[in-house]
Antibody, heavy 119, light 107 residues
Framework: QVQLVQSGAEVKKPGASVKVSCKASGYIFTSYAIHWVRQAPGQRLEWMGWINADNASTKYSQKFQGRVTITRDTSASTAYMEMRSLRSEDTAVYYC????????????WGQGTLVTVSS | DIQMTQSPSSLSASVGDRVTITCRASQSISSYLNWYQQKAGKAPKLLIYAASSLQSGVPSRFTGSGSGTDFTLTISSLQPEDFATYYCQQSYSAPYSFGQGTKLEIK
């Protein structure tokens, strides 16, 4: 079955970086996109950006442009989201989700990765 | 950026009830509207895409409608497993924004 499995929880200090992985299985990785969405405690879901897993083109929300980088490794069927200069407001659950190349609904989602930023 | 607003933010209902959740976009998004269900501590699950298409495996008691700026998600007869938070999401243009969520609770 189609599945996305994310890396485990992280605790980081302000100013540090974090890299979250998202391993895909059950489908042809390069035929779809991977999106990243975060959810801070008690907040709505927030779209961060996406990567075309075939050609590695990316698009980011303006809010995260310059601070977030999304990459992929086709040999490992894995996408990555790296965020730099972490601050306390970045404490959230980070999700990856599969999308198609043409329409941007998300299915399925990874299980989520909690990133806690605290001094 | 397109803003998505849901109403109500919370809703109490009983098993067997019919409930409707509304989502409004700040500009026309045609039918580029999707609905997700999220249970506590879990990832969201796609229910409806393109405003009215039922995702495979989702019970037929869930229906979506609307176009332009106004959309609805209706659950025809609530089941115990339906008590969760529901989000709408526009896929018309990036950034692909979500509504603030509607928490459906047991009365």
């Amino acid at each position: 079955q189609v599945q996305l499995v994310q890396s485990g929880a992280e605790v980081k200090k302000p100013g540090a970086s974090v890299k979250v992985s998202c391993k895909a299985s059950g489908y042809i990785f390069t035929s779809y996109a991977i999106h990243w969405v975060r959810q801070a405690p008690g907040q709505r879901l927030e779209w961060m950006g996406w990567i075309n897993a075939d050609n590695a083109s990316t698009k980011y929300s303006q809010k995260f442009q310059g601070r977030v980088t999304i990459t992929r490794d086709t040999s490992a069927s894995t996408a990555y989201m790296e965020m730099r200069s972490l601050r306390s407001e970045d404490t959230a659950v980070y999700y990856c989700a599969r999308g198609t190349m043409k329409v941007n609904w998300f299915d399925p989602w990874g299980q989520g990765t909690l990133v806690t930023v605290s001094s | 950026d397109i803003q998505m607003t849901q109403s109500p933010s919370s809703l109490s209902a009983s098993v067997g009830d019919r409930v409707t959740i509304t989502c409004r976009a700040s500009q026309s998004i045609s039918s580029y509207l999707n609905w997700y269900q999220q249970k506590a501590g879990k990832a969201p699950k796609l229910l409806i895409y393109a405003a009215s298409s039922l995702q495979s495996g989702v019970p037929s008691r869930f229906t979506g409608s609307g176009s332009g700026t106004d959309f609805t998600l209706t659950i025809s007869s609530l089941q115990p497993e339906d008590f969760a938070t529901y989000y709408c999401q526009q896929s018309y243009s990036a950034p692909y924004s979500f509504g603030q969520g509607t928490k459906l609770e047991i009365k």
